[in-house]
Antibody
């Protein structure tokens, strides 16, 4: 059974940093692209970032480019999102999701999400 | 960047057919994926590659894609189908980024 479990969310002050983790199990993690998607309270889904299977290629939404860094440790079956210079508008539930073995695939499994609140 | 446009809301009576549209420039040339999200839950993939269903998704869920509009069709709507629905594509023009539509709230009357 595919499982994705996010952790690391919490309350942080504006300008602060946070690192999210996503522990994967039930599939060959090193074969799949992975994504972070966020959802502000009462709002829609917004794609944040993606990383290819070996970590050699990453991409970011313009809203987080230069502040967030996606990475993965295939030996630990874990996806990360380092978030720096956090703003109030980064407040959201952050989901990790499994992509495919290349681009163009759907995000077929999602974690339950971790809440990040940026507030003083 | 590529923009996907969905109606904010769609209402349908139980047993009827719901159609949720997703508009985008020449979207027919892209693969469209659809997600269902119920309150307090993570999204669930219901249709991928325009019209395929993941295992466990009822046949009542179907999709089509042509021209500038993709459509998610839910036949014989049930109360349990009430949820937000999002379409999604890949934008190959921008470093292979993912794009979501704004979402459509399906209300079962």
């Amino acid at each position: 059974e595919v499982q994705l479990v996010e952790s690391g969310g919490g309350l942080v002050q504006p300008g602060g940093s946070l690192r999210l983790s996503c522990a994967a199990s039930g599939f060959t993690f090193s074969s799949y692209w992975m994504h972070w998607v966020r959802q502000a309270p009462g709002k829609g889904l917004v794609w944040v970032s993606r990383i290819n299977s070996d970590g050699s290629s990453t991409s970011y939404a313009d809203s987080v480019k230069g502040r967030f860094t996606i990475s993965r440790d295939n030996a630990k079956n874990t996806l990360y999102l380092q978030m720096n210079s956090l703003r109030a508008e980064d407040t959201a539930v952050y989901y990790c999701a499994r992509g495919g073995i290349d681009y163009n695939y759907a995000l077929d499994y999602w974690g339950q999400g971790t809440l990040v609140t940026v507030s003083s | 960047s590529y923009v996907l446009t969905q109606p904010p809301s769609v209402s349908v009576a139980p047993g009827q057919t719901a159609r949720i549209t997703c508009g985008g420039n020449n979207i027919g040339s892209k693969s469209v994926h659809w997600y269902q999200q119920k309150p307090g839950q993570a999204p669930v993939l219901v249709v991928y590659d325009d019209s395929d269903r993941p295992s466990g998704i009822p046949e009542r869920f179907s999709g089509s894609n042509s021209g500038n509009t993709a459509t998610l069709t839910i036949s014989r709507v049930e109360a349990g189908d009430e949820a937000d629905y999002y379409c999604q594509v890949w934008d190959s023009s921008s470093d292979h980024n993912v794009v979501f539509g704004g979402g459509t709230k399906l209300t079962v009357l």
